[in-house]
């Protein structure tokens, strides 16, 4: 763990919570830094209490441990750790604007050019946990971040994992229990037969309906009634008002064979997400013209 337990800082106003703790707003009372603070109440006392502690720093050891190593525009950046008897706290990069949640609350549904801004930058922190073998797990708007100049950061790693053989192929051997946002689930955790990265691919497009309607999928359903569903292979519905390319991915996001999911690389390169180069007659179109000299006789 990376601890920085000499570094003094002051506690400001309770901003959010994520899995494990409540994060809180924090100033480096040396330099004057803002920074979101993670803070996990440790469990005292008894000796149950003691395994839970146990348990519980190994936890949060893991989350740090993913975190540390990861530098990339789209992912919120760890900055170092401290832990005493009561506390751990993990202080992380603040971004200002707060999470797509907040946002739709305040703005209401977005128009599909900013979701499909928002979604390109998703998929490439996606693609850079991806390739180095990290699965998020709890994709949703609620761990969206967004700054003020409209980045995207994904945040709470609390339950991401490094792939492992057991995940990948669902034994039960050391299965992990059911994690993360049901309604964002994807139907193979749900039903416990794998959880591979394609998974955050599905809960992607749940966050596409979200930001597009202002509701998370299965928004009319309890938890548990949302469980049944999706464990029955139901998908999500498509808003019938957006673009035909925009359909046409959440329905590849939607491919229940999760095999036949596309990852989010070749997302990145489909037509609605995919960045428009310049065609030559543009570039044509922005040459310098040369302008004649006119002399003037005096």
């Known amino acids: 763990m990376t601890s920085n337990g000499g570094t003094k800082w002051i506690k400001g106003a309770l901003i959010g919570a994520g899995s494990f703790g409540k994060v809180y707003l924090g100033m480096d009372a040396t330099n004057g830094l803002l920074m979101a603070v993670k803070q996990v109440e440790l469990p005292t ?7 839970r502690k146990k348990s ?8 740090i441990d993913l975190l540390r190593d990861l530098q990339h525009p789209n992912i919120v950046q760890y900055l170092y750790s401290s832990v005493d008897d009561a506390y751990l706290n993990i202080f992380l990069e603040y971004v200002p604007g707060g999470s797509v949640t907040a946002l ?8 599909e050019p900013l979701v499909k801004n928002f979604v390109r930058q998703i998929l490439q922190g996606l693609n850079y946990l991806h390739e180095r073998e990290i699965i998020h797990r709890d994709i949703k708007g609620a761990n969206i971040l967004v700054d003020n100049k409209g980045g995207i950061k994904i945040s709470d790693f609390g339950i991401s994992k490094k792939v492992d053989g057991n995940l990948l192929t669902g034994k039960r051997v050391n299965r992990p229990s059911l994690q993360g946002s049901v309604f964002w689930m994807a139907p193979e955790v749900v039903k416990q037969t794998a959880h591979t990265r394609k998974a955050d691919i599905w809960s992607v497009g749940c966050l596409v309906v ?3 309607t202002g509701e998370h999928p299965w928004a009319q ?3 548990m009634q949302a469980i049944f569903k999706i464990g029955q292979s139901a998908k999500p519905s498509i808003p019938s008002d957006i673009s035909a390319d925009a359909q046409d991915v959440l329905r590849k996001t939607f491919e229940l064979d999760h095999e036949a999911r596309p990852g989010a690389g070749e997302l990145l390169q ?3 997400l995919a960045l428009k180069k310049s065609s030559s007659s543009n570039k044509n179109a922005l040459k310098t013209v040369a ?6 006789s005096a």
Do not use: D
């Open 270 to 272: 489909h037509a609605w």
């Open 291 to 296: 302008v004649p000299t006119i002399e003037i």
């Open 210 to 212: 979200e930001m597009l």
């Open 104 to 111: 739709l609350r305040s703005y209401g549904a977005f128009e």
């Open 45 to 51: 006392g008894s000796a149950p209490n003691e395994e």
């Open 221 to 223: 359903l309890t938890q």
């Open 56 to 63: 519980m720093l190994s936890a949060l050891e893991r989350e």
